[in-house]
C-alpha cells in the first residue's frame, strides 16, 4: 500500500526565513505533484516532478525529486506572509502517469510576520 | 471558461438519504477524479475515470458509486449516506499524461 508522509504537519516561521518541507513515499514512482490549499478553498496545482533529478522554481518555491531516495522537497525561500497555506505532496498510486494520486496529510504554513 | 464546476456547494442529508453530487469540467480533460477531505487525513481518493465509460475504484470508494457517459460529466452518488460521509468532496480533472490536476470549489457535504 503506497503511504505518503509530509514533516512537518505545522510549520510556523517568520517573513523572511527559509525552512524546507518534506515528503516521503513508500513506492517507486518517478512523478510527484505539490498542491497549495489555502483556508476554506480549493486546491491548486504548484508543480509537476516528472523525473529523477527535476526540479522546479516558481517565486519563493522550489521543488525537487530524488526518485531513488523516494523525497521530495518544497523549500521556502524568504518567506511572505502570503505564502500561509497548507501544501500537499502527492504520488501516482500506480507509479506511472495514470493520475490517480494518493496525496499526503499536508503541511500548515504559518507565516508570521 | 468555467473549469471544473462542483454543484451543490452545502448539503446536509439525513442518515439514509441518498443524493448524487455534481462534476462538470469544460476543458475537454480526459482525466477526473472525486476525492473526499477530512480533518488530518489530506484527500483521499473515492474514484477516477479515464474516459468517457471507464471508470475504477480508489482507496475509499465503499458507499460511492459513478458513471461517466459523457467526457464531461463525472457525478458521485451517496446511495445511502451515512455520518462518516460527512465531509469536503472535490471533483477534479486533467489532460492525459503528466499534468497536475484542476480542482473544483468542493461540496461540503454533512449527515445528521
Known amino acids: 500500500e503506497l503511504k505518503v508522509e509530509q514533516n512537518p504537519l505545522f510549520l510556523s516561521m517568520q517573513e523572511g526565513k527559509n525552512y524546507t518541507i518534506y515528503c516521503n513515499y513508500s513506492?517507486?514512482?518517478?512523478?510527484l505533484y505539490w498542491y497549495r490549499q489555502d483556508p476554506g478553498k480549493s486546491l491548486e496545482s504548484l508543480f509537476v516532478?516528472?523525473?529523477?533529478?527535476a526540479v522546479k522554481q516558481e517565486g519563493r518555491l522550489m521543488a525537487s525529486l530524488d526518485t531513488k531516495a523516494r523525497l521530495s522537497t518544497l523549500h521556502i525561500t524568504a518567506a511572505v506572509h502570503d505564502l500561509s497555506a497548507t501544501y500537499f505532496c502527492?504520488?501516482?498510486?500506480?507509479?506511472?502517469?495514470?493520475?490517480?494520486?494518493?496525496f499526503g496529510t499536508g503541511t500548515l504554513l504559518a507565516v508570521q510576520p | 471558461n468555467a473549469g471544473v464546476t462542483q454543484t451543490p456547494k452545502f448539503q446536509v442529508l439525513k442518515t439514509g438519504q441518498s443524493m448524487t453530487l455534481q462534476c462538470a469540467q469544460d476543458?475537454?480533460?480526459?482525466?477526473m477524479s472525486w476525492y473526499r477531505q477530512d480533518p488530518g487525513m489530506g484527500l483521499r481518493l473515492i474514484h477516477y475515470?479515464?474516459?468517457?465509460?471507464?471508470?475504477d475504484q480508489g482507496e475509499v470508494p465503499n458507499g460511492y458509486n459513478v458513471s461517466r457517459s459523457t467526457t464531461e460529466d463525472f457525478p458521485l452518488r451517496l446511495l445511502s449516506a451515512a455520518p462518516s460521509q460527512t465531509s469536503v468532496y472535490f471533483c477534479?480533472?486533467?489532460?492525459?499524461?503528466?499534468?497536475?490536476?484542476?480542482f473544483g470549489s468542493g461540496t461540503r457535504l454533512t449527515v445528521v
Open positions: 477534479a480533472s486533467s489532460p492525459a499524461g503528466n499534468y497536475g490536476y484542476t
Open positions: 513506492t517507486t514512482s518517478d512523478r
Open positions: 516532478l516528472l523525473s529523477n533529478g
Open positions: 502527492a504520488v501516482d498510486m500506480e507509479g506511472g502517469a495514470t493520475n490517480k494520486l494518493i
Open positions: 476543458m475537454n480533460h480526459e482525466y
Open positions: 475515470s479515464v474516459g468517457a465509460g471507464i471508470t
